[in-house]
Antibody
Framework: QVQLQESGPGLVKPSQTLSLTCTVSGGSISSDNSFWSWVRQPPGRGLEWIGYIYSTGSTYHNPSLKRRDTISVDTSKNQFSLELRSVTAADTAVYYC???????????????WGQGTLVTVSS | DIQMTQSPSSLSASVGDRVTITCRASQSISTYLNWYQQKPGKAPNLLIFAASSLQSGVPLRFSGSGSGTDFTLTISSLQPEDFATYYCQQSYNTPPTFGQGTKVEIK
């Protein structure tokens, strides 16, 4: 059973950088068929995909974030991380890490999620 | 980006009711459509993938159908633990996108 756990500050000042880490347990971050993802949800609103990374370091970034994000992986620690620069109040959200799995038929879906961590952008 | 539109945005139903939620994509996505359930304060939970495949451990009262642009999630007999918000998500193209959600409330 794969488990994911987010960690990082819950409060970030405007214009600064939001930094979160996701620790994966119960499975290897180097496993095939897994894209390690960040998804966020502003309070009371819907879900937005931020981006994802494969264990090789290959990444995808949602253009809506205007390349403010960096996603990295540390296979030795079984962790992956998110940095979001120049944050504003609009970046206040619950941030989830997740495994975006692609199966043998070529379908993609999130089968494991972290519990989520609320990050508030405020001075 | 592919836009996903769910209807209704919310509904009230009673235990035992049959509930249907629809999801429409702004372009054809074949069967690259997933459904998630989210309860307050919790992460989403995968119910259906590939439009109609039931995720392991999900009760049989949940089912999905559709292809192309129009999809449906059906709960055959609503149970107390099913009151939650449901999201569709397309995995046909990047970025992956979600519908706005459908909140199922107790009547």
């Amino acid at each position: 059973q794969v488990q994911l756990q987010e960690s990082g500050p819950g409060l970030v000042k405007p214009s600064q950088t939001l930094s979160l880490t996701c620790t994966v347990s119960g499975g290897s971050i180097s496993s095939d068929n897994s894209f390690w993802s960040w998804v966020r949800q502003p309070p009371g609103r819907g879900l937005e995909w931020i981006g994802y990374i494969y264990s090789t370091g290959s990444t995808y970034h949602n253009p809506s974030l205007k390349r403010r994000d960096t996603i990295s992986v540390d296979t030795s620690k079984n962790q992956f991380s998110l940095e979001l620069r120049s944050v504003t109040a609009a970046d206040t959200a619950v941030y989830y890490c997740a495994r975006y799995y692609f199966d043998s038929s070529g379908y993609y879906y999130v089968d494991y999620w972290g519990q989520g961590t609320l990050v508030t952008v405020s001075s | 980006d592919i836009q996903m539109t769910q209807s209704p945005s919310s509904l009230s139903a009673s235990v035992g009711d049959r509930v249907t939620i629809t999801c429409r994509a702004s372009q054809s996505i074949s069967t690259y459509l997933n459904w998630y359930q989210q309860k307050p304060g919790k992460a989403p939970n995968l119910l259906i993938f590939a439009a109609s495949s039931l995720q392991s451990g999900v009760p049989l009262r949940f089912s999905g159908s559709g292809s192309g642009t129009d999809f449906t999630l059906t709960i055959s007999s609503l149970q107390p633990e099913d009151f939650a918000t449901y999201y569709c998500q397309q995995s046909y193209n990047t970025p992956p996108t979600f519908g706005q959600g459908t909140k199922v409330e107790i009547k």
